[in-house]
């Protein structure tokens, strides 16, 4: 992925944007993110390979949104510097892809999802 020039020790930022055909599908794929008490979810995988930070944001719909319009749901990772990023991608993301197209893919089990990904370095975060 293209980035900036940035410090070793600068923060990166990874976003994986879902879009989902449906409120049921978004909320079936936000449950897979964030597990449950006997299982963990998605999240947690990530937090495990690398990740020093995980949310989930579900965006409101815009005021006027057509009932067919698409729901979105954002996980957001932080890493500690671009070359986390890179090892996650390389050694994690495709086992930890594959899981989630399984269910979520255009063949999968649950539904369609469509995804999305950024990247981008951290410039502030505050509590």
Not at 35 to 64: I, K, Y
Not at 114 to 120: D, E, I, L, V, W
């Amino acid at each position: 992925m293209p980035h900036q020039t940035q410090s070793a020790d600068t923060p990166v930022s990874y976003v994986v944007r879902a879009s989902c055909g449906s409120a049921s599908l978004r909320t079936s794929y936000v449950q897979w993110l964030v597990g449950s008490a006997q299982q963990f979810g998605h999240m947690a995988e990530v937090l495990g390979a690398g990740a020093l930070t995980a949310e989930v944001v579900t965006l409101d719909r815009p005021e006027g949104a057509q009932v067919d319009e698409t729901w979105i749901a954002e996980a957001r990772y932080t890493f500690r510097n671009r070359a986390a990023l890179e090892s996650y991608l390389a050694e994690h993301a495709p086992r930890l892809r594959a899981d989630g197209l399984a269910k979520f893919g255009p063949q999968g089990s649950v539904g369609s999802v469509q995804f999305a990904r950024f990247t981008g370095e951290l410039v502030r975060a505050l509590p």
